[in-house]
């Protein structure tokens, strides 16, 4: 397996766990549960980004398990749909005490994984299938993408093309590794840097901050959101010296902030990549160095090495090509049988390339918008109000990637018990919600309703 033999091969690798300092190099954290190497199930891992998930992580992947990396907060309903139709093997759940037909086991003095009771084998999963990752974001419907150790070091090669890591680099897992952005994150540092330092905490608390100064970050990553935030807290007025380099995908950031960074970066001698990327691809596709910053705002950038655009002429749909294109989805057990690597992948993002060769996305073809590099699809979370609410209609929108608008007809209607449900259901918070009562909704000529109308009048109120 190429990325857990690159990954061990950087015998100076350490793993420190923030709060506790505690710190193991990667030749004793990879093979420290003593797993089987031959031994071939599934396995459902909730991470949190702790030691004790990266450990799990490290060790099955290096056994011929399969393994569904998924978010340890995903709703209670929506991992007893996904265990009840794969029937996992093993799962690692720190957030539960017990999962009915499972029993647990100490795997070490740290680690406590869940055995299914009676297991046996109902499926063959097709070999090439090493890692699901989610694309539905906080919905948790059951789409898994299914990636291969060759997918995933394809793209990882890709990436150590430009990306400028060293050996001494101190890297914080502030991404949360079941996103493949935070994936990409981890191996491509695990391969080439000096310390992963695994932490639950985030920008916005002052645990973060002192951490950063105790190990002395080399570098961030994250989504605009954490950009817009940085930029609140007055992060881009002032140097930390330990920081050598930004990164960035999940969305746009605005011209403005842009500008900001791109000034933070020329005073403070730091470099800012700015990434496209997709599930279905192991990770990020296409990238801007620091001088682009000063692009248009919709700009992506080039391919990463080994990777090709091309742009379909009657759809303006972006098309990519690359070794590290996915081998399908998975909707269903039956589903892991197979692996099947399109020869181009299609994006959903509408483009158009720049006489320079930087491309740009113009708008996308499905109802998928990204709230804080967060996939949703709008149609599902119709599909939760509508069960929740009596069927009553409602209209979902993306207002800028910044929040869900969401329309209805019914006046009698609680909008409290919309932005509610969304908070419960979808862990999005109720400030990222806007409802509104509308009369009636237009219909298209074919009777449906009509939504690029009601998306351009949203747009014309904004």
Same mark, same amino acid.
């Given at each position: 397996m190429k990325i857990l033999e690159n990954v061990i091969a950087n015998k100076n690798l350490l793993f420190t766990d923030a709060s506790t300092g505690t710190t193991i190099p990667v030749g004793t954290l990879y093979r420290s549960l003593g797993l089987n190497p031959v031994e071939k199930g599934l396995i459902f891992l909730y991470n949190d980004n702790q030691l004790s998930s990266i450990e799990v992580l490290l060790n099955f992947y290096g056994t011929a398990h399969t393994i569904a990396l998924l978010g340890q907060k995903l709703h209670s309903e929506f991992k007893d749909r996904?265990?009840?139709?794969?029937?996992?093997?093993?799962?690692?759940?720190?957030?539960?005490?017990?999962?009915?037909?499972?029993?647990?086991?100490a795997f070490s003095d740290t680690v406590k994984i869940f055995m299914k009771d009676d297991?046996?084998?109902?499926?063959?999963?097709?070999?090439?299938?090493?890692?699901?990752?989610? @694309?539905?974001?906080?919905?948790g419907i059951p789409k898994l993408v299914k990636l291969s150790d060759e997918n995933l070091y394809?793209?990882?090669?890709?990436?150590?093309?430009?990306?400028p890591i060293l050996e001494s680099d101190v890297v914080p897992l502030n991404v949360p590794i079941n996103f493949v952005y935070g994936f990409s994150i981890f191996t491509t540092n695990c391969m080439r840097a000096g310390r992963m330092v695994c932490t639950d905490k985030d920008i916005m608390q002052k645990a973060f901050w002192d951490e950063m100064e105790?190990?002395?970050?080399? @570098?961030?990553?994250?989504?605009?959101?954490?950009y817009e935030n940085l930029n609140r807290i007055g992060f881009f007025r002032k140097d930390s010296q330990s920081l050598r380099y930004l990164t960035h995908t999940g969305g746009v950031i605005n011209g403005e902030l842009r500008k900001t960074i791109f000034?933070?970066?020329?005073?403070?001698?730091?470099?800012?990549?700015?990434?496209?990327?997709?599930?279905e691809a192991g990770g990020r596709m296409a990238y801007l160095t620091?001088?682009?910053?000063?692009?248009?705002? @919709?700009s992506i950038g080039t391919p990463v090495y080994g990777g090709n655009f091309s742009i379909d002429p009657d759809t303006d749909e972006l098309l990519f090509s690359h070794a590290s294109i996915f081998g399908g989805y998975a909707h269903t057990l039956q589903d892991l049988t197979s692996y099947e690597q399109p020869a181009v992948l299609r994006t959903g993002d509408t483009a158009k390339k720049?006489?320079?060769?930087?491309?740009?996305?113009?708008?996308?073809?499905?109802?998928?918008m990204k709230l804080f590099g967060i996939r949703l699809n709008l149609d599902e979370v119709e599909f939760i109000l509508k069960n929740e609410l009596e069927g009553n209609t409602f209209v979902c929108l993306n207002s800028n990637d910044k929040k869900i608008i969401v329309l209805y007809d019914n006046q009698e209607i609680d909008p409290q018990a919309i932005t509610e449900i969304i908070k419960n259901k979808l862990r999005i918070n109720p400030q990222y919600v806007h409802t509104e009562h509308i009369e009636s909704f237009p219909l298209s000529q074919n009777g449906k309703i009509n939504y690029p109308l009601l998306q351009n009048l949203q747009h014309e109120n904004i």
């Amino acid at each position: 397996m190429k990325i857990l033999e690159n990954v061990i091969a950087n015998k100076n690798l350490l793993f420190t766990d923030a709060s506790t300092g505690t710190t193991i190099p990667v030749g004793t954290l990879y093979r420290s549960l003593g797993l089987n190497p031959v031994e071939k199930g599934l396995i459902f891992l909730y991470n949190d980004n702790q030691l004790s998930s990266i450990e799990v992580l490290l060790n099955f992947y290096g056994t011929a398990h399969t393994i569904a990396l998924l978010g340890q907060k995903l709703h209670s309903e929506f991992k007893d749909r996904m265990e009840a139709e794969y029937r996992p093997k093993y799962i690692f759940d720190p957030s539960r005490d017990e999962v009915e037909g499972y029993s647990i086991r100490a795997f070490s003095d740290t680690v406590k994984i869940f055995m299914k009771d009676d297991y046996k084998s109902e499926i063959t999963i097709h070999p090439e299938i090493k890692l699901l990752l989610s @694309t539905s974001g906080t919905t948790g419907i059951p789409k898994l993408v299914k990636l291969s150790d060759e997918n995933l070091y394809q793209n990882a090669i890709s990436i150590l093309q430009y990306m400028p890591i060293l050996e001494s680099d101190v890297v914080p897992l502030n991404v949360p590794i079941n996103f493949v952005y935070g994936f990409s994150i981890f191996t491509t540092n695990c391969m080439r840097a000096g310390r992963m330092v695994c932490t639950d905490k985030d920008i916005m608390q002052k645990a973060f901050w002192d951490e950063m100064e105790e190990y002395g970050y080399s @570098t961030l990553g994250g989504v605009p959101f954490l950009y817009e935030n940085l930029n609140r807290i007055g992060f881009f007025r002032k140097d930390s010296q330990s920081l050598r380099y930004l990164t960035h995908t999940g969305g746009v950031i605005n011209g403005e902030l842009r500008k900001t960074i791109f000034a933070y970066c020329l005073e403070f001698e730091k470099q800012f990549f700015a990434q496209y990327g997709q599930t279905e691809a192991g990770g990020r596709m296409a990238y801007l160095t620091t001088d682009g910053l000063l692009e248009e705002e @919709t700009s992506i950038g080039t391919p990463v090495y080994g990777g090709n655009f091309s742009i379909d002429p009657d759809t303006d749909e972006l098309l990519f090509s690359h070794a590290s294109i996915f081998g399908g989805y998975a909707h269903t057990l039956q589903d892991l049988t197979s692996y099947e690597q399109p020869a181009v992948l299609r994006t959903g993002d509408t483009a158009k390339k720049g006489q320079n060769g930087i491309y740009f996305i113009t708008g996308r073809i499905k109802r998928i918008m990204k709230l804080f590099g967060i996939r949703l699809n709008l149609d599902e979370v119709e599909f939760i109000l509508k069960n929740e609410l009596e069927g009553n209609t409602f209209v979902c929108l993306n207002s800028n990637d910044k929040k869900i608008i969401v329309l209805y007809d019914n006046q009698e209607i609680d909008p409290q018990a919309i932005t509610e449900i969304i908070k419960n259901k979808l862990r999005i918070n109720p400030q990222y919600v806007h409802t509104e009562h509308i009369e009636s909704f237009p219909l298209s000529q074919n009777g449906k309703i009509n939504y690029p109308l009601l998306q351009n009048l949203q747009h014309e109120n904004i």
